[in-house]
């Protein structure tokens, strides 16, 4: 397969890697309706960081990714900003990529590049990732998901009609749609991004109605003129129809045969052959059609589902609806925020993949219309979709206040929570701390649950499930199979120099875990090898040892 090649590809291409696990600490001042949040989820802070920091809880979670990351334009105002150990990224940290910049395209893949490996990882084995994209970097784009992804794993491309009145500013042709591009994480079978037709749909192309539901007729007769009498045999037989309609597959005195012959003599074939039509009878009908009988087949609505386009061209998709709600829900004229997508392109993207209880997560969230677009399907079919939005703050030197994060994704989601009466909430959260050794030699510590979620993740490279068997007062933490794992953790770095697995302790762990191997995390050891060995107890050294370890 061909590979995408750009500056900077072999120093990123494993930077996720090198990127510490953070802390997500609870921001209770800004969570709306937490009792009604059900996973519903805002966290603030560079989005690469708080990826890789959602993995010990959520990977392989995620049903559904939707991302509009920038476009690369040159007029974003978008600066790259990953703290990259090399001379060439240091050379570009902190500085606009503008239109003008001759390595805008491989500071955008350099960008997306480690963001796109952990999103991969936050997927679950049939999930599907949805992006937004222009023509500036949407080759780039495809190339570098083929890489990450997998060719195989190319779902579509979708053009999007989203400005009716074009780009006046374009050179030649005045833009006026854009790209939703998706790859799944594994190849999934046909159909699978079918949606449920809509009852207007369905009254529309299902007109006929009998106690079993709503159908259509369909002929009989392949409508293909190239298949026939000549190559088709099996499928060139007759029905029997009596002057009332009533058909049958037996002849008898009242009734004339019935062939697939078209009008010009021409000896077609049936779709379905003689032990099909036997079998499936009664959804066989025959109807008078300008002096001669038709045999049809019932297509029931029931559970139909339709495969969806690859141009989409919906009113309610188009940007300035985005606009108008965003507008409407701020009460102004003005773009606060400009081009916000349309809700209801989202709601259709995620109809597609989802269902009641999956997780939806969003890395560039903007003005939040995926979590709105979340809660809006939710009260919709009655789901309980989870939503994950991670936006940055963008503050700079000259706007160090500034705060997307919390003036215009969390207020907008607050504001379409009242307005619309989604029976919904959220928490906020913020990126905290990194979770590693020169942080916590410096007396930055953790929480004892974030602490504990990540070592399980690091122990197992699985997500610990059930956060409230987390026993602080015992240093328990879970079991993994015949695996149980024990953090001795204190937050607090005078108790931390003196907390040690001693015997007392490794006894007392010994009979909570008979039969299993014990996997104990703590500061110190003052147990020999041998004991250990005995005892089938693993000893790793914190905060030095943990952070050097290469297996899980």
Not at 67 to 89: A, F, Q, R
Not at 394 to 415: F, G, M, Q, S, V
Request: hydrophobic content about 35%; some cysteine; charged content about 30%.
């Amino acid at each position: 397969m061909p590979t995408l090649q750009f500056k900077g590809k072999n120093i990123i291409w494993n930077h996720h890697l090198a990127v510490p696990f953070h802390t997500l600490d609870e921001i209770s001042d800004l969570h709306y309706n937490p009792e009604k949040a059900n996973g519903n989820t805002i966290i603030e802070g560079d989005n690469l960081i708080a990826l890789k920091s959602l993995l010990p809880q959520f990977a392989g979670k995620v049903k559904c990714i939707y991302i509009d990351p920038p476009y690369n334009t040159g007029n974003e105002g978008w600066i790259y900003n990953d703290k990259v150990n090399s001379p060439l990224i240091k050379e570009w940290i902190g500085k606009e990529v503008g239109a003008d910049d001759l390595t805008r395209h491989d500071k955008w893949l350099c960008m997306m590049t480690p963001r796109l490996k952990l999103l991969r990882e936050l997927l679950t084995e049939d999930g599907t990732i949805f992006i937004s994209i222009d023509e500036n970097e949407f080759n780039y784009l495809k190339s570098l998901l083929n890489e990450i992804f997998g060719e195989n794993q190319f779902v579509t491309q979708l053009t999007v009609l989203c400005n009716p009145k074009g780009r006046s500013q374009d050179k030649y042709f005045a833009t006026n749609h854009e790209y939703v591009i998706a790859f799944s994480k594994n190849e999934l079978p046909k159909g699978y991004y079918s949606v449920e037709k809509d009852p207007e749909q369905i009254k529309e192309e299902y007109p006929e109605e009998n106690d079993i539901g709503k159908y259509r007729l369909l002929e009989l007769r392949n409508t293909h003129r190239e298949f026939g009498k000549h190559n088709r045999k099996n499928l060139y037989y007759p029905f029997y129809v009596n002057k009332n309609g009533e058909i049958s597959l037996e002849k008898s005195e009242d009734t004339i045969e019935v062939f697939p012959i078209w009008d010009d003599g021409f000896e077609g074939c049936w779709t379905w052959d003689f032990k099909k039509a036997e079998a499936d009878f009664e959804f066989l009908e025959a109807r008078e059609v300008k002096g001669k009988w038709k045999i049809y087949r019932k297509s029931y609505a029931s559970g139909v589902e339709k495969m969806l386009k690859t141009i989409w061209n919906d009113k309610s998709f188009h940007t300035e609806k985005g606009q108008k709600i965003f507008n409407e829900l701020f009460n102004i004229k003005g773009k606060l925020f400009n081009a916000p997508k349309s809700v209801d392109l989202i709601k259709t993207l995620i109809k597609t993949i989802t269902k009641e209880n999956d997780i939806i997560l969003d890395a560039f969230s903007g003005t939040g219309t995926t979590m709105h677009a979340v809660m809006d399907l939710n009260k919709e079919d009655g789901g309980n979709r989870q939503c994950i939005m991670v936006q940055m703050t963008e503050a700079t030197e000259h706007e160090p206040e500034k705060n997307i994060c919390k003036d215009i994704t969390r207020e907008r989601i607050k504001r379409a929570i009242n307005k619309f009466d989604y029976d919904s909430g959220f928490k906020y959260f913020r990126v905290g701390i990194p979770l590693d050794a020169e942080t916590m030699l410096a007396g930055q510590l953790p929480t004892y649950k974030q602490f504990a979620k990540y070592v399980y993740y690091l122990c197992t490279g699985e997500n610990l499930d059930k956060e409230n068997g987390i026993n602080e007062e015992t240093f328990f933490v879970g079991e993994f199979g015949k695996q149980a794992i024990y953090l001795v953790y204190k937050q607090d770095y005078d108790t931390l120099t003196r907390l040690a697995l001693n015997l007392s302790m490794a006894e007392r762990i010994k009979k909570e875990q008979p039969g299993k191997k014990r996997i104990v995390y703590a500061p110190s050891c003052f147990l020999d090898e041998e004991y250990l060995t005995d005892n089938q107890i693993d000893y790793v050294g914190i905060p030095y040892n943990l952070f050097q370890r290469t297996e899980k």
